[in-house]
């Protein structure tokens, strides 16, 4: 049913302001992203190829702020009705020439019809509202949410406009696919024959929304002062929701070209901080640290700690979360060296991860309480699948250091990244054991188009789709697609977009990092 949704959602941005709205990360929350919500973003994630999604807080500007007056109404734009009908047919054929000792052909027929009615329209706080409320106090004492946030170092936003549903539209979908394959085998001294298989199948979905369901949204970001807040209107990388709060110990180190970051552990690290300044709206840090223990690292060319005291020397937060390079070999060694942590961990760890992270790919909730608990840990507790794998991990925690659990945290924010769709067919995938092919087609796709900024053609390799069979070959389309590649059925020739380099990248991960489990 997500399926639906999210087609709702992507054809209506491509009428209503792709580049200016982002679209929800789930029905199941978003209702969370009216306009006045607030909503987080983990400052540091364990990648510098993707960016970490919004996180819905559940509260609203409005409950943090002294409302001694009442706050202006919502700017609302009037309604658009937009009648969406699709009707696709498409056929399409594969030969394979495996030389003397076989050949095969398939062919297919596939289908699509969709059809909704959608009544939308666009609410957005006026710059007036905006600036009315940033003279405003905030609460006090402070609400236990900000202080929480404020401890995890996350920026906060606002969301200011939503594109929202004024009726309740029932979506219907229904798509069928016929094929047609046929393998012979050349008469040998072995072994001779032929055959071939057929099928028909066809799904039908529908699916009621509710009103006022937010379907994309724009925000604006929080920064915390002494009495009040201000909210940007121009977006600064700069800046910082709590400007004034202290970084945490972060050690950077270099290894294989690459620069990855990595919270220290008070049982690993003894870090003494040298000195603070805040200049330029940017606060920058330097730390002298202390290795106490021998921890695993995987081999590599070459690492050295960063440290410095020359305050002239001081490298900026901001510097330090930038990528030394952007290539798709970087690409690989960051995913391989999670890959190597991964293996690190035993068969009866790696069997759990995989098993409950399957169950959590529906439940994205699920997925972002786990990846909370998992910053934290050991501290914290999860009921379900989540729960399961935090006491697993702690029953073996004098084993797991904190670089080696840095891979699935890793695992997590590549996962988040994905919308509701991609981790259904995810979990399809992993039940039908074809990620270890999919990994490959999308390899094949990264490796020669990553340095590209700029729309260009390329072609699906056959005989990489040949091993995903017919139900498959389609699962791994709509991923792509999903990413945002233009696919061609029939042709297999296909557009690479710069739009889909970081949802596609974070795929690659995802795909590498469970096929990691699935053969340990």
Known sequence: MVVIFDEVVKRSLRQFGKRDLKPVPALINSEEFHCFNVVRKKKNGSSSFWNQPDIPTGFSLLDILDLSSPVPDLSRKHPIIYEDKVFWKGKGSLTIDAGVEADGAASGETNKSYESTLKLQINEITAKTLTELQSRPLLKPESQFLEQCRKRREDLYVVTKTLELINCPQLCAESGRKWLGKLSIPETPFIKGQGQVTG????????????????????????????GCEILHIKDKKQMTFPHVVMPNIIGYIGDRSMYKMQSDRSMYK??????????????????????????????????????????????????????????????????????????????????????????????????DLQDMMEQFPQGDLNGPGGIILNELRKNSENLLVYARSCILYLLEALLVLNDTQLYLLAWSMKEKILVHQRELVRSILEPNFKYPWRIPFTLKPELLTPLQDEGVAVTYKLLEECGLKIDLNSNRSAWDLEAKMPLSALYGCLSLLQQLAVA
Do not use: W
């Not at 529908?206 to 006022?212: E, I, R, T, V, Y």
């Not at 369901?213 to 009495?227: G, M, S, W």
């Not at 603070?276 to 223990?293: A, F, G, I």
């Open 200 to 227: 028909d199948k066809r799904r039908q979905q529908s699916m009621k929304l509710l009103k006022n369901k937010v379907l994309a949204y724009q925000t604006k970001q929080l920064i915390f002062k002494k009495d």
């Open 271 to 368: 870090m003494q901080r040298l000195t603070t300044m805040y200049e330029s709206e940017c606060l920058t840090t330097m730390y002298e640290s202390e290795c106490l223990t021998t921890m695993y690292e995987p081999k590599c060319e070459s690492m050295e700690f960063l440290q410095t005291k020359d305050r002239s020397e001081i490298l900026p937060i901001q510097q330090i979360e930038e990528p030394l390079s952007q290539d798709f070999k970087q690409l690989q060694v960051e995913i391989s060296r999670r890959m190597g942590e991964l293996s690190q961990f035993s068969k009866n760890i790696q069997d759990i991860l995989f098993h409950n992270i399957l169950v959590m790919l529906g439940d994205r909730e699920a997925l972002q």
